[in-house]
């Protein structure tokens, strides 16, 4: 019998998903995985008139469990395997923070390990009340990437993100949110995916031009900028000098809304 493919990227109209699919495992995500995942990212970028970008998981009860940890004594046991190994979970996570576009992670169910460093990674975390948050390296004797450990810093600040990988504790969305890691907490799976279906058709209407700036700014100040320099002079200029800076003056004198195309 055919194996399904363990990542699926599809399109719906601006809006392309793309889907942890070993619900069985509860998604955990297989060296393999991570090695194909930014190759599917480059995909999805390369598809025209891409304005959002969705992270979620199959099945009804894990975004993901984390990294396969069954195939760790044949993927992760020498100290060259390791490199490797962790040289493609970061390959994967940049590859998403990298995406021009906004990237969502829709979570339900488990969001664990390395799995909740994927969704870190996005620029945003929606989920439903039933989901749950765990960074466990301190379970198995793991340090995570400096890159890594960076984006939990930046999302919940310094002594929340020592709690978090030290314990390996676990936490509801509701706890998510009041420290930072979830931005948005859904009643159940069904609200959780009509609210991204509203909120990626909301970016779609804005101007690509800005959310690809803001993106680029963000990581700069999280990265230590603190003052306007000629990079992000650079990045005003052009959005000035874009059609969508010209729609947008436009459609507010015609008093309609803009179309950014």
């Known amino acids: 019998m055919t194996q399904p493919d363990p990542l699926l990227l599809t ?11 070993r619900p069985d495992r509860l998604n955990a995500i297989t060296y393999s995985m991570f090695l194909q995942l930014p190759k599917l990212i ?8 891409i304005r959002a970008l969705v992270l979620r998981g199959a099945g009804i009860k894990a975004f993901s469990a984390g990294a396969d940890i069954t195939e760790f004594e044949t ?39 390395g799995g909740c460093s994927l969704a870190i990674s996005c620029d945003m975390r929606f989920a439903a009340a039933g989901a749950r ?15 890594s450990t960076k984006r939990l810093v930046d999302l919940v600040g310094p002594s929340r993100a020592k709690i978090i990988l030290m ?41 690509g031009v800005t959310q690809r700036a803001v993106k680029e700014t963000v990581a700069r100040i999280t990265d230590g900028a603190t003052h306007d320099d000629a990079a992000h002079a650079q990045l005003r200029a052009a959005a000035l000098d874009s ?19």
């Open 11 to 21: 399109r719906d109209g601006a809006v392309a998903t793309l889907m942890l699919n």
């Open 42 to 49: 480059d995909e999805a970028r390369a598809m025209p008139g």
């Open 75 to 113: 993927t992760r046991m020498t100290r060259e395997q390791a490199a490797a190994y962790d040289d493609a979970v970061l390959a994967a996570e940049e590859a998403i923070a990298a995406f021009p576009a906004p990237t969502i992670a829709a979570v339900h169910g488990h969001c664990y390990g």
């Open 133 to 147: 948050f765990a960074i466990t390296p301190a379970k198995l004797g793991l340090v995570y990437q400096l890159r």
């Open 167 to 207: 314990s390996g504790a676990d936490y509801s969305a509701a706890q998510a949110r009041a420290f930072g890691l979830a931005d948005e907490v859904y009643s159940d799976p069904d609200a959780l995916d009509a609210g991204v279906r509203e909120f990626t058709a909301l970016l779609a209407a804005r101007s």
């Open 243 to 261: 059609p969508d800076y010209a729609e947008g003056v436009r459609a507010f004198l015609e008093r309609r809304p803009p179309d950014f195309g």
